[in-house]
């Protein structure tokens, strides 16, 4: 069955953060106690990253936090930032709550039980037979991967209406406590964001005609510990092994080769990959791995100077992007995370009217 995409929105939350001001709070709070910061401080520079945006103002990173008070802020901006996020996709669509019937939700950065969707459903208006679909733990890949999700669901059942939201709250993760390489790397790269999408069997009435074909992923062995989460009583530590842009040159295009196969696809025939900035030396990495033109992943970049990485819902701002700037033909969206794995799904844009 044919998936039809109707609406890619994102959301980002009040506190904007520039990355000369990350820069000097990190060097005024984390300076002190890594011995090798100074030697690290090109990568604020060199990360590609202007400025992202928060949940919490620049003032709360400066005292100590623990789990409780960590996940009891994500629970407050993750559901607002679901919220709003989902009213966009919902208008793009010209769909109403209440005509939703699943939801697949994607976050890794905190714990919600009951989930986001299920805090959100009264003041959105959705169903009470509405089906809901949590997602923890894909990190990176979890806005592909979630893609894919959907597009199953959507599939096995085309007149449904599925909504997919996918948050992430990264920046609450800062540790001061830890004094590993991966904490500097990610106050340099995170940001916080959420993005949604609205998929039905139905072609949409208006617009161009967006079509998704079935995902595939995968997951190479021995590698759990590139990328992930270390959970402790402060929080959650970033794991980020410093091998990940050599990984993605050696690996992705054998990866994406053997994806394109599964789905009768040659990369001869891929119009524009769409990729998940993990930053900036990532995207070069992804450039060379897969012999396409330097500086070709230009939206990846804009959407990595503006916001930072957010994890999972990243890939889908640059999606809403390449639509946006006119891009036609077969795509692919593709991004990495925690197993180490990689997520695919196929996105056929049709061309504009003459």
């Not at 109707?6 to 709070?25: F, I, N, Y």
């Not at 072609?203 to 595939?216: D, I, M, N, Q, Y």
């Amino acid at each position: 069955m044919t998936v039809f995409l109707h609406s890619v929105a994102t959301a980002l939350p009040p506190h904007e953060l520039p990355q000369d001001l990350v820069q000097r709070r990190a060097q005024r709070i984390l300076g002190p106690k890594y011995p090798q910061f100074e030697r690290l401080l090109s990568s604020f520079v060199n990360s590609g990253v202007e400025k992202r945006h928060s949940v919490v103002p620049i003032e709360w990173f400066e005292a100590e936090h623990g789990w409780h008070e960590r996940n009891s802020i994500f629970l407050e901006g993750a559901t607002q930032l679901f919220e709003e996020a989902a009213c966009a996709a919902l208008t793009q669509a010209g769909w109403q709550a209440h005509e939703v019937d699943c939801i697949v939700t994607v976050s890794s950065t905190g714990i919600a039980t009951p989930t986001l969707e299920a805090r959100a459903k009264a003041r959105m208006g959705f169903r009470d037979d509405v089906r809901r679909v949590p997602v923890f733990g894909l990190g990176c890949a979890g806005g592909v991967g979630g893609l894919s999700l959907a597009q199953s669901l959507c599939a096995a059942q085309p007149e449904q209406k599925i909504l997919l939201v996918v948050v992430e709250a990264c920046t609450l993760s800062f540790r001061s406590d830890r004094l590993q390489k991966a904490d500097i790397i990610a106050t340099v790269l995170f940001g916080d964001g959420a993005a949604a999408v609205c998929l039905s069997g139905q072609r949409p009435a208006a617009g161009r005609c967006v079509t998704l074909a079935p995902g595939t992923q995968m997951t190479w062995p021995d590698t759990l510990g590139i990328m992930g989460w270390d959970v402790d009583d402060t929080g959650l530590g970033v794991v980020f092994d410093r091998s990940i842009p050599d990984f993605v040159h050696k690996n992705l295009a054998a990866a994406v080769t053997d994806a394109l196969g599964r789905s009768g696809l040659t990369q001869a025939q891929i119009a524009r990959f769409v990729c998940h900035p993990g930053g900036a030396k990532v995207v070069s990495a992804i450039e060379s791995a897969l012999a396409l033109a330097p500086d070709s992943l230009q939206a990846e970049r804009e959407v990595l100077r503006v916001a930072g990485n957010m994890s999972a819902p990243t890939v889908l701002f640059v999606l809403k992007q390449v639509l946006e700037d006119g891009a036609c033909g077969q795509m692919m969206a593709t991004a990495l995370g925690p197993g180490f794995s990689a997520a695919f799904q196929p996105i056929h844009v049709e061309a504009e009217a003459a």
